[in-house]
């Protein structure tokens, strides 16, 4: 796991110095070494964060006649399997690195077949001098970040945001990136929240030539690999599983340096566990995050697993007021607006593993593959609403509406209140609702003054009907591997986990197991309001029976409590008229009421008060009046 950087120039040679910036920018990301690499108008950098092959993997590497070189940032797990295949094509091997078979991967497949091979997370930037080629790629589904931004003469790129702000003339905020923001409290690809910068979307690559023309290419495509449902039993499907998830483990937990797991006692992440504890020949070691506050302590559900696999299981107990001491550093590691809450405390228990090992397994990513969300059962209780009389509806709506918002019936209130609102839309519209964690099109169209507006809701639709080989159903699961996933969820673990130099990898996300999962039936993922059926039943037997009865509880932070005292002189402060009025970008008399609603008990409006509080901070550190 490391951190690439590098400027590609029209005409003019790089500069060192400017090179030694951006690696600076990105120490964190890659703590144990950096390397260069210019030649004449091409200069990269790399910042490493020893994995694998410890001693002979460092970079810029560099093919054996120096005609290639590379910069590169994340793992290839099967590239054992490609190495073997190269070497019955006679290639000859220096070093133990996964980077080495990307070089020999490319001089004899080619960018689109190499890249289609390879399995794995990664971002990386490669230079062919002899055909005067440039190929900065990202992985399929976009575990590993690449932001870059062409200008007039030059473009850059980097693992993060933050290395690319040097070089950035005119910082204008991005309009696109700013709805997106607003409404799903994320910027997904190819948005950024500046108006010059971009991220690579996943499965994409960047073709450079001597002419400066620049081709964004795309290499893989899930839909690709979809076929009409074959008609498998549920237990053949059920198997194909379980060796897919051992053997993605398995390859996983490849590491020259100590390795781990986050554990907090869900479904996903004990799943993982209990795999790697069938798969090692020693006991594992788990990581988890308690809270003193009992209303919020989950911890007895990943103490429960770790007992019965007998893992090596840390546990840290934080009070919410130690969390807070580290949010404005935590916020301002992601460079933009990010306002994923349950970030705080995944930092946490990322800083908390840091402490024994190096790489974690997580559990992320199979709710938006097995059909995990809550949200998922809106349209259930929907049809079940509307099954309803209609003066009863009317009557409990009124009762609904009459409920003020406190500790004990925001949560409650806040799923009745979706239900509702959402019953007489089509299927797109419900799952585009249930996405906008912050603001709905229509706040957000009153929330910004007039040259603020973009239309996101018609890009998400056309992302939307990429999908053509489902149901309404199944082109919602789609728009969330595409979007939120890529946007907010894998977003939230690299970046937390790297702020801490810690490797994360995800299980789920490999690519033979998001393709099963999307070729098998609906109702083997959604057994009537049975979530991740074919997950449960898969390896029930290695859990404990405790862990399949819990209901679904998010990794959260008690933002409504903070808002309202710690961090209420800062909200009041970032929201006062005359600091709106000069940005120029919100209609002070709607956030007004939002916080007059919020604070009154007329509605929860925590989440839309996050979002702008957010926001603001960031804005506060990038622009001054």
């Known amino acids: 796991m490391c951190g690439i950087s590098g400027i590609i120039k029209k005409n003019n040679n790089v500069s060192i110095d400017d090179l030694k910036l951006m690696s600076d920018l990105l120490s964190q990301r890659g703590p144990d070494a950096e390397g260069f690499f210019i030649e004449n108008n091409v200069g990269f950098a790399h910042r490493r964060l020893s994995v694998i092959d410890l001693e002979t993997g460092d970079q810029p590497m560099f093919s054996d006649d120096n005609s290639i070189a590379i910069i590169y940032n994340g793992e290839i797990y099967n590239f054992l399997e490609i190495k073997d295949e190269l070497i019955k094509l006679n290639c000859s ?162 590491s020259d340096v100590p390795l781990g797991c986050f554990l907090s006692g869900g479904i996903d992440s004990s799943i993982i566990a209990c795999v790697m504890n069938e798969i090692s020949d020693r006991p594992i070691n788990t990581f988890s995050i308690g809270f003193k506050e009992k209303e919020y302590d989950e911890s007895n559900r990943a103490k429960i697993v770790a007992d019965k696999i007998k893992s090596n299981h840390t546990i840290h107990y934080l009070s919410y007021n130690d969390i807070i001491e580290l949010l404005d550093e935590i916020l301002k590691y992601f460079d933009e607006p ?73 949560n409650l209130l806040r799923k009745i209140k979706k239900v509702i609102y959402n019953a007489n839309h089509s299927f797109f519209d419900l799952h585009y609702n249930l996405m906008c964690m912050g603001f709905s099109d229509n706040e957000r169209f009153s929330l910004l003054k007039g040259t603020n507006h973009f239309n996101i809701k018609e890009r998400l639709l056309e992302k939307y009907n990429e999908f053509i080989l489902g149901s309404e159903f199944e082109k919602g699961l789609y728009l969330d591997l595409t979007t939120v996933l890529e946007g907010d969820m894998l977003v939230k673990v690299d970046r937390m986990c790297m702020k801490n130099s810690l490797e994360a990898r995800v299980p789920y996300l490999d690519s033979k197991i998001v393709e099963l999962a999307y070729n098998m039936p609906l109702d083997f993922k959604l057994k009537g309001k049975n979530k991740k059926y074919i997950l449960k039943e898969t390896f029930k037997d290695l859990l404990p029976k405790e862990t399949l009865k819990f209901s679904k509880k998010g990794f959260t932070a008690p933002i409504d409590h903070w808002l309202k005292n710690e961090l209420k002189n800062e909200l009041d402060e970032l929201l006062n008229e005359d600091f709106i009025n000069k940005q120029n970008i919100f209609n002070y008399n709607v956030i007004r009421k939002i916080y007059d609603d919020h604070f009154s008990g007329k509605e929860n409006n925590m989440y839309k008060l996050w979002n702008l509080y957010v926001f603001q901070k960031w804005y506060k550190s990038i622009f001054t009046f």
């Open 93 to 254: 091997f220096k070093t133990k690195s996964d980077t080495e078979v990307i070089i020999k991967g490319y001089q004899k497949f080619g960018i689109d077949l190499l890249l289609n091979k390879l399995e794995g997370m990664f971002a990386f930037a490669l230079y062919d001098k002899t055909n005067e080629l440039i190929f900065i790629a990202r992985d399929k589904f976009g575990e590993k970040p690449l932001y870059y931004s062409i200008q007039n003469d030059k473009i850059i790129f980097s693992s993060e945001l933050k290395a690319l702000e040097p070089f950035i003339d005119k910082k204008s905020i991005s309009k696109e990136g700013l709805n997106f923001y607003l409404s799903l409290s994320y910027i997904p690809a190819p948005y950024t929240i500046y108006q010059t910068v971009e991220k690579l979307n996943p499965s994409s690559y960047l073709k450079i030539d001597n002419s400066f023309t620049i081709n964004k290419i795309k290499y893989y495509n899930l839909i690709d690999k979809i076929i009409q449902k074959e008609n498998k039993s549920f237990e053949v499907s059920k198997s194909e599983l379980k060796n897919l998830l051992f053997d993605s483990v398995k390859k996983r937990m490849i």
């Open 338 to 410: 990010f306002a994923d809450s349950s970030a705080i405390p995944s930092f946490y228990v990322a800083k908390l593993a840091r402490e024994k090992v190096t790489v974690v397994l997580t559990g992320d990513c199979a709710d938006e593959i097995f059909v995990g969300y809550e949200k998922y059962l809106a349209n259930y209780y929907s049809n079940k609403y509307n099954l309803l009389p209609k003066f009863f509806k009317n009557l409990f709506e009124k009762f609904i509406n009459l409920i003020p918002h406190s500790s004990l019936t925001n």
